[in-house]
């Protein structure tokens, strides 16, 4: 139910014919008002900036923050702040939180090679590596405390893997991929990403807990970029056509529904709880400025841009409908949580 702002490449590129029916196609009013929520923006204490990059159910979030120096850090819903770094490292992010409050992300040396880590509820940090690899990014965990990334082999060759709860590592990629990029992974263990094709296109998977893969397109000439995945097995994210960008849900059943913020030229959904609700962000025609758009399981778009932000960017959305993200202020990145 959460994702990782823009640590993916996304490259441009048109994808091979072929794909899933898209069932419908949905152009909702931005700005349309959302039911009453409370919204909050907080900073870590003493940081220049500060970056969710997830929540779990519980209402923790974790993420990044500047102080100087790029570390970790967890928010309780009571407001307390826990602090963490890789010791004697250069930069920690934290990138995932499941249900215990265990956390996963990825550390840099300083030689600026990237390395995974599991931290437990207890504060314990686990470290490790996928073996052979030039840099290794974890951007998921489960229930159960297994973690699902990427691993780079060689200059732009990426696969995927998994760490069980016990440490084994298991590698895959999508058959017949140059690279494939794991974006999420949900508490069940499903995973969701895209893969990359030597011609450069690009088409989503969904890789099942047993291993079993399944790709697919959105509309089978833009490139497709999941984002996020629900524990019902639903992933959302992104796709281009032309030269704009459009969101869109896929079920479980394969049936994808398509859908625009109203004067949006890109749309791009980012998480997605359990009941099929979506939030993610939006730039509007003729403007720079990013909006944050809720779109609720039955296709209302409503903007929950923080006021007075110049950029509002959800990452992630909860089963009680707590949204956690960043905004811009224009002096700095600070967090914030829309409570329903």
């Known amino acids: 139910m959460s994702t990782t702002r823009k640590n993916w490449i996304m490259p441009e590129a048109r994808l091979r014919s072929g794909s899933p029916l898209v069932v419908a196609f949905s152009i ?47 928010r309780t819903t009571d407001g307390t702040f826990t602090t963490f770094r890789v010791k004697g490292e250069s ?36 470290l490790f590596d996928v073996p052979g690899a030039l840099y290794t990014e974890p951007f998921g965990i489960d229930d159960s405390g297994a973690v699902a990334g990427q691993y780079v082999v060689s200059v732009n060759i990426v696969h995927g893997f998994i760490r069980a709860p016990d440490g084994s590592i298991t590698t895959f990629n999508v058959s017949g991929a140059a690279s494939t990029y794991v974006s999420s992974m949900n508490g069940k263990g499903e995973i969701g990403g895209w ?45 281009n056509h032309g030269s704009d960008q459009s969101g869109f849900v896929r079920g479980r059943d394969g049936k994808i529904v398509t859908f625009d913020v109203q004067s949006a030229w890109a749309t791009e959904a ?28 039955t296709g209302n778009i409503a903007t929950i841009d923080v006021a007075g932000e110049e950029l509002t960017y959800p990452v992630g959305i909860n089963n009680a409908g707590v949204v956690a993200g960043e905004c811009y202020d224009g002096n700095g990145f600070h967090g914030f949580i829309r409570t329903p």
């Open 270 to 297: 980012t998480a997605v709880d359990d009941t099929g609700t979506i939030v993610g962000s939006y730039y509007v025609s003729g403007g720079h400025e990013e909006h944050a758009f809720l779109r609720s399981k």
């Open 28 to 74: 909702l009013a931005a700005g349309a008002p959302a039911q009453a929520a409370t919204t909050i923006t907080f900073d870590v204490p003493g940081a220049t900036y500060t970056e969710p990059a997830a929540i779990n159910d519980s209402g923790t979030i974790t993420g990044m923050f500047t102080a100087p120096g790029r570390r970790g850090f967890m």
């Open 195 to 239: 893969y990359q094709m030597t011609d450069g296109t690009a088409d989503g998977f969904v890789r099942a807990a047993d291993g079993a893969i399944t790709t697919y397109n959105v509309d089978g000439q833009g490139a497709t970029y999941p984002a996020g995945i629900n524990d019902g097995g639903a992933a959302t994210g992104f796709y």
């Open 91 to 126: 930069a920690t992010y934290p990138t995932g939180i499941n249900r215990h409050g265990v956390i996963t992300g990825y550390y840099v040396d300083h030689q600026r090679v990237g390395h995974g880590f599991v931290r437990s509820k207890h504060g314990k940090l686990t």
